[in-house]
């Protein structure tokens, strides 16, 4: 039987249910500054939860959320908190299971591909990989829109000799599960995975996008990749975000939709294992009891 590998979930609602203040821009970045206790309980409850992966709360950690000026003269100290938290908490389980990832965001705003600057990406790319690198086992460079985003994690890690994992998110409007998935910058998961079959990436994920669209980009995923003759582990985290628009990545606070239960959040998880995936978690609005939950139905399917 195949093996599933258990991630964890959303950072940021984990900290809000846990007493953290949150506010944009700085977003989870900001329990980090004023309530680290908080983020490093997120991570043991996820691991409660029966995540076999937890990835460190360095997502807002760059000058998107933060700023500049506070990135330069904070930005190293709060990444390398971020890493310290996470790695306690997976070695205080004590049987060395669990993995840690560390968070490489899409440096210029999440879902905003048309900002993506490939003369500066290293700038602040090279400085998450520095302050990481000693506390993670894995990096995962996450909700990334383009395949650029994707080229530039690669050669960022290059140097650390540590394996690396992709996660692109897709179009997700109303209507797009109907058509051939694509990511947020237009480039299809056809390309996107005939990339990462030409890459030295260790996994193919698709994360922070509805539920609803990630079976088709598992499916032509799948079969590129077969096709490629390369084996690559492929998983799936997604969202709970609603489908209304609320303006920029950091101006508002996105609303959670109701009608993704624990159940239901599983229902996916175990369709998504039907079609190839062998790493399930959640991202934004997916809490430790939607893991938990996840845990369970796999195990038992």
């Given at each position: 039987?195949?093996?599933?590998?258990?991630?964890?979930?959303?950072?940021s609602r984990e900290l809000v249910r846990l007493g953290a203040t949150l506010r944009q821009p700085e977003w989870s970045a900001l329990a980090l500054m004023e309530n680290p206790e908080i983020v490093r309980r997120v991570h043991e409850e996820f691991i409660g939860a029966g995540a076999d992966v937890i990835t460190t709360n360095s997502y807002a950690l760059v000058p998107f959320h933060i700023g500049e000026t506070r990135f330069r003269e904070e930005g190293r100290q709060l990444i390398a908190l971020a890493g310290r938290l996470a790695r306690e908490a997976a070695d205080a389980a004590g049987d060395g299971r669990i993995r840690v990832a560390g968070s490489l965001p899409p440096i210029f705003g999440s879902y905003e591909p048309q900002l993506f600057d490939p003369d500066r990406v290293h700038d602040y790319l090279s400085v998450l990989v520095a302050e990481l690198n000693s506390s993670v086992d894995v990096f995962l460079g996450?909700?990334?829109s383009l395949i650029a985003e994707a080229e530039a994690v690669e050669q960022a890690v290059a140097a650390t000799g540590k394996p690396f994992w992709i996660s692109f998110t897709l179009q997700d409007e109303p209507g797009a599960e109907a058509r051939p998935p694509v990511l947020r910058s237009g480039e299809s998961v056809e390309e996107a995975a005939r990339w990462i079959a030409g890459s030295n990436a260790a996994a193919l994920l698709f994360n922070c996008s509805r539920p609803e669209v990630m079976q088709s980009a598992l499916a032509v995923a799948g079969a590129v990749l077969a096709k490629s003759g390369r084996t690559v582990p492929l998983g799936v985290y997604a969202n709970a975000f609603t489908t209304e628009e609320e303006g920029a990545a950091n101006e508002t606070l996105?609303?959670?939709?109701?009608?993704l239960s624990d159940d239901r959040y599983s229902s996916f998880a175990?369709?998504?294992?039907?079609?190839?995936?062998?790493?399930?978690g959640g991202c934004c609005g997916v809490g430790a009891s939607h893991i938990h939950r996840v845990k369970?139905?796999?195990?038992?399917?």
């Open positions: 039987m195949t093996s599933i590998t258990i991630l964890d979930g959303g950072m996450e909700t990334l996105h609303a959670i939709r109701d009608d175990c369709e998504w294992v039907e079609s190839g995936a062998t790493m399930i369970r139905r796999v195990s038992k399917d």
